[in-house]
């Protein structure tokens, strides 16, 4: 590689890299939470498991769990 195609590389990740800085907007997030409250069943069961998300409405909580009734190890459940 000769040191003008270094020289140009090394420019081009720069401009890359400065144009990403500058159009980066930080977050913010604007809530509350309130009191942890516990499903129960069918939610809460006594088999390991863990919340992977809840959907972008709020209406679906993804997890996954040991429960029996699966066709695995761990399956993935939804609660609506």
Do not use: H
């Not at 420019?11 to 516990?38: C, D, I, M, N, R």
């Amino acid at each position: 590689m000769r040191r003008t195609d270094s020289t140009a590389i090394k420019l081009v990740s720069l401009v890359l890299v400065t144009t990403l800085v500058a159009g980066v907007q930080s977050a913010k997030a604007e809530f509350v939470f309130g009191t942890p409250t516990k499903f129960g069943p069918p939610v809460n069961s006594s088999y390991l498991e863990t919340v992977d998300c809840l959907s972008a409405d709020g209406l679906e909580l993804y997890l996954d769990s040991r429960r029996p009734g699966g066709v695995g190890d761990y399956d993935l459940w939804v609660a609506k």
